[in-house]
C-alpha cells in the first residue's frame, strides 16, 4: 500500500518533468524566429524555477512529516537499546556504553508492541545502523557517528529475527557488519 503511494508519487514527478522537458525542447525551437529574444528566454527560465519549487514543495511537504525524528516524539519509551558500531561489529547492550571501554554487550530481545529508543553511537568513523525484518524489508535506520547519540525509536509488530546492517561504507571489512535481534 505504501509502496504503491510511493510508486504513484514518483510516476507523477517524473511525469511533471517529462512535461518540462517537452515545453522546453518545443517553445526554444521557435526561439530564433521569435522577436521576444532574451525577455522570452528569461520569462521560459522564470516559468521553470516556478514549476520546479512547486514540485519540490509538494515532493517536501509529502515526506518531511514521514521523517523518524517526529516518530513517537510524545511517547516515553518503555526499553532502551544501546548500540556502539565499530569496524566491523555491533555491539547492543541493555546498559549505556562506555566508548573507552565497551564491554561485551548483550543478546537483545524486545518485545512486540513495546517502544523501544536505539541509543546509537559509533567507536571509530561513520557507520549506518539498519533495521531489517524478519522478510529483509528495511524497518528502520539511523546513522552512527563518533561522539554523537542519534536516537531512534520503533514499535515493532511482527515478531522474528531482525538483522542489523550497515549503510555507510566504513572501511574495508563493512560487508561483515551484521547483527541480530529478537523480537517476540
Ligand atoms: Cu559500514
Not at 519540490?56 to 532502551?80: H, M, N
Not at 555491533?90 to 517502544?115: Q, R, V, Y
Not at 553511537?121 to 557517528?145: C, E, K, R, W
Request: a neutral charge.
Amino acid at each position: 500500500m505504501q509502496h504503491t503511494s510511493i510508486l504513484l508519487l514518483f510516476l507523477a514527478l517524473a511525469g511533471a518533468a517529462i512535461l518540462i522537458f517537452i515545453y522546453v525542447f518545443r517553445t526554444s525551437k521557435n526561439a530564433n524566429s521569435d522577436e521576444g529574444g532574451m525577455t522570452n528566454a528569461l520569462r521560459k527560465r522564470f516559468w521553470f524555477i516556478l514549476i520546479l519549487f512547486i514540485v519540490l514543495g509538494i515532493f517536501a511537504s509529502v515526506t518531511i512529516p514521514k521523517s523518524p525524528y517526529f516518530l513517537f516524539a510524545d511517547e516515553q519509551p518503555s526499553r532502551v537499546v544501546h548500540i556502539a558500531a565499530a569496524q566491523y561489529y555491533f555491539l547492543m547492550s541493555n546498559e549505556a556504553i562506555d566508548p573507552k571501554n565497551p564491554g561485551a554487550g548483550d543478546t537483545i530481545e524486545i518485545n512486540t508492541g513495546e517502544l523501544v529508543e536505539f541509543r546509537v553511537t559509533s567507536l571509530d568513523v561513520n557507520h549506518g545502523f539498519a533495521i531489517y525484518g524478519p522478510n529483509n524489508d528495511i524497518v528502520a535506520q539511523t546513522q552512527a557517528m563518533p561522539g554523537y547519540v542519534n536516537r531512534l525509536r520503533w514499535k515493532f509488530t511482527t515478531p522474528g529475527t531482525y538483522n542489523i546492517l550497515c549503510l555507510e561504507y566504513c572501511g574495508n571489512g563493512h560487508q561483515l557488519m551484521k547483527s541480530t535481534f529478537t523480537v517476540k
